[in-house]
């Protein structure tokens, strides 16, 4: 079964997210902006931990905010691409 996440199952006292597009968001959602993940939009968090969830058949919720530690993790704050995030997150998980 398939894990469907809400805003309520992230940390939203630990992290903050908006939950609309930033300012520097224009309106272009093709390949490229789907490329890229915006750590601080709670909808791309949410869509990137859930398909890493469901991809690693993981379904607790400390699972998810051992994901969404991982991909806020320091070493990572200069990382956008959302291949090069899910490879480093999923090898810090140990998924």
């Known amino acids: 079964m398939a894990v469907e996440l809400k805003a309520s199952d992230l940390q939203t006292g630990k992290y903050k997210y908006t939950w ?19 750590k601080d939009e ?27 530690d991982a991909l806020h993790a ?3 704050s200069t990382v956008v691409s959302r291949v090069d995030l899910y490879r480093f997150v999923k090898a810090d998980l140990g998924w």
């Open 20 to 38: 609309k597009r930033d300012k520097g968001d224009g309106k272009y959602a093709g390949p490229l902006d789907q490329a890229k993940v915006d």
């Open 74 to 76: 320091p070493q990572l």
């Open 42 to 68: 709670g909808y791309e968090v949410l869509a990137f931990i859930e398909k890493l969830m469901n991809d690693h058949s993981k379904a607790k919720r400390a699972d998810v905010h051992d994901a969404e």
